[in-house]
């Protein structure tokens, strides 16, 4: 059961992965689903290609230094803490060779400060503990490539259904632009 179904507005951040230089068709959806969201909701919308988001160093000061804040200065910090105040996130990006952008890759990585470094046994499985009591849902939208078939497709909602079981959420929805109306994304990101 949703714990947003008496809650009226919700806070949902949306990590736009297009690579794209110019406008695309991907990115246009992604504004009309903002648009739609924003009737009702608190909507961040992150456009990742414009922002300077380092790659994950893998120095640990998240963990033992300063829990919780990367040390890299940057614009992920204001990515990260949009995020873990959200009620949803959506991770959106085109396909390119099969996966989703390199900008999204890059701040998922970054995902990794909002964890402690400790360990936990889950289903057999070690995985972080939560650093905050709260961590949200999340969807993922993507748009295929002129090739792209079903295993491009399960290999993401693979990476994606393993990212949510380390960050203690539930991916509620995988979906393609394609197939997938604007409306029935809105319906579906409010009403899980």
């Not at 990260?80 to 990585?109: E, H, Q, Y």
């Not at 999340?138 to 994606?160: N, P």
Request: aromatic share 10%; proline share 3%.
């Amino acid at each position: 059961m949703c714990h947003f179904l008496n809650k009226t507005e919700m806070n949902i951040t949306i990590l736009n992965g297009d690579m794209s230089a110019t406008e695309s068709d991907f990115s246009a959806y992604i504004e009309r689903l903002t648009g739609k969201l924003r009737e009702k909701h608190q909507v961040k919308l992150f456009p990742l290609n414009q922002m300077n988001i380092q790659h994950c160093s893998g120095c640990w000061n998240c963990w033992w230094k300063t829990p919780g804040k990367c040390q890299t200065n940057d614009d992920a910090e204001s990515v990260l803490r949009s995020v873990i105040n959200a009620d949803f996130v959506i991770f959106a990006s085109p396909l390119m060779a099969g996966f989703i952008s390199s900008r999204l890759k890059r701040m998922t990585d970054r995902f990794v400060a909002l964890l402690h470094p400790y360990i936990e046994m889950r289903n057999g499985e070690s995985h972080h503990i939560k650093r905050y009591p709260h961590y949200p849902d999340f969807g993922v939208i993507l748009d295929k490539e002129a090739d792209t078939d079903e295993e491009d497709l399960e290999i993401v909602r693979d990476i994606y259904d393993r990212f949510a079981l380390n960050f203690h959420a539930e991916q509620k929805y995988f979906k393609c632009i394609d197939n997938s109306k604007v409306e029935e994304v809105v319906n579906e990101t409010c009403h899980y």
